[in-house]
């Protein structure tokens, strides 16, 4: 089945820790994103990737890391640097950005 | 500002019955818009998407409609289910260089039996 996954599903991190989340697609899609959703909110735009090996930052990118070396791979890095990092992440991608994203299932990541 | 909104957090819908979501936006630029469906605990679902040089469009039992001169999009669900229940949010595209796929803060759909 062609789709998009996210793991792991859920994850704990210890304050002062990074942590990294997995995004994996096969739909053969160009351009991949990073989404936060905080609770009762809209999605914030982390991070997008037009093409391999090139990303560029979103509205929230302080705090977050990302790396493009494959395809189908757009893994994010939270980094201790960010504040405040229990958030609901959802991960993205789409043919090209001009049509719609498909989404994966989340990651929900609490720091304890 | 460039911000997408919905106009009501909540709606409470009889089984049965039509709803409608709206969704205003202010960016003129904006040239494709998409709704999604967020069931609890999951990723937003596509549902339907319209891009600006259309003023309706229709899916299976969802109609989208588009108002480019006071900047307003809907989502009407006809015959609405008890598994249409979950979260709504529109989403814009705005033209420009750089990719910018904005959401709303969405719209909380409960179907009441």
């Known amino acids: 089945d062609g789709g998009i996954t996210q793991s792991p599903k859920y994850l704990f991190r210890k304050e002062g820790q990074n942590v990294t989340l997995s995004c994996e697609q096969n739909l053969n899609h160009d351009a991949m994103y990073w989404y936060r959703q905080d609770p009762g909110q809209g999605l914030r735009l982390i991070y997008y990737?037009?093409?391999?090996?090139?990303?560029q930052k979103g509205d929230i990118a302080e705090g977050y890391s990302v790396s493009r070396e494959k395809k189908e791979s757009f893994p994010l890095t939270v980094t201790s640097a960010q504040k405040n990092p229990t958030a609901f992440y959802l991960c993205?991608?789409?043919?090209?950005?001009?049509?719609?994203?498909?989404f994966g299932q989340g990651t929900r990541l609490t720091v304890v | 500002g460039e911000s997408v909104g919905l106009h009501l957090p909540t709606l409470s819908v009889q089984e049965g019955d039509n709803s409608i979501i709206n969704c205003a936006y202010s960016?003129?630029?904006?040239?494709?818009f998409i709704w999604y469906k967020q069931e609890s605990g999951k990723g937003p679902q596509f549902i339907i998407d319209?891009?600006?040089?259309?003023d309706k469009r229709q899916g299976q039992r969802v109609t989208v409609l588009l108002n480019k001169t006071v900047k307003h999009l809907s989502l009407q669900i006809a015959a609405t289910q008890p598994g249409d229940s979950a979260v709504y949010f529109c989403a814009e595209n705005i033209r420009s260089n750089d990719y910018k796929l904005s959401f709303g803060a969405g719209t909380t759909v409960t179907v009441r039996a």
């Open positions: 990737s037009q093409i391999v090996n090139d990303f």
């Open positions: 319209i891009r600006s040089n259309m």
């Open positions: 960016n003129s630029a904006s040239d494709y």
């Open positions: 993205a991608s789409s043919i090209d950005d001009r049509n719609e994203a498909f």
